[in-house]
């Protein structure tokens, strides 16, 4: 999964504005964006993540996913209870928006199309894969009220599939130093 290897393809998407951002990297691969998005986010850990409802409107929720790379693709996985309103967002727009803070400004960002994942061998692996995962990224999910096992209903594995990329480093915004890096993939002809 980590060290990352071997990802080509996308595009850099520049930031709409007059003057580029100083140390902004047109990047093109997914790897050199991605192993820098995993160790923000495993260093952060927390992500508020947005859905929309039917009318469009954001809602935020804060979960704690977990970032693989394997076969030069990114995949994120949250644990999560299969709530009717996450389920019902995620059926009128299964897009959604991860987005990473800390106190020294480092942000990254995830936009992703989820799917949700019910079968017991998709649940089993993501539930080993959290409670085998050392801390902070990984913890037992036993200690969720409602979890004893994979095999709860209140348990589901919520897959997270990138299509665009941004990891901006506190540096770059206090500072004036570091890059700001971006991948997207390349638009549907």
């Not at 998005?37 to 996913?65: C, N, Q």
């Not at 348990?155 to 991948?183: H, N, S």
């Amino acid at each position: 999964m980590l060290p990352f290897a071997g990802a080509r393809g996308g595009y850099h998407s520049r930031i709409h504005r007059s003057d580029p951002c100083p140390g902004e990297q047109a990047l093109s691969d997914l790897e050199s964006v991605a192993l820098p998005f995993v160790e923000m986010a495993h260093r952060i850990v927390w992500a508020s993540v947005a859905t929309v409802d039917g009318k469009g409107r954001p809602r935020s929720r804060v979960l704690h996913p977990i970032w693989q790379w394997q076969d030069g693709k990114l995949t994120g996985w949250v644990a999560t209870g299969p709530t009717p309103m996450k389920r019902a967002h995620l059926e009128v727009s299964p897009y959604v928006s991860v987005n990473y803070w800390h106190a020294e400004q480092d942000t990254c960002l995830a936009e992703c199309r989820a799917t949700w994942h019910f079968d017991l061998e998709t649940r089993e692996r993501i539930w080993e894969t959290f409670k085998t995962t050392p801390p902070p990224v990984g913890y037992d999910p036993a200690i969720i009220p409602g979890w004893s096992s994979a095999k709860d209903d209140a348990f589901a594995a919520l897959r997270l599939d990138p299509w665009r990329l941004r990891v901006f480093p506190g540096t770059l915004l206090l500072q004036g130093k570091g890059d700001l890096l971006t991948w997207q993939e390349d638009p549907p002809a």
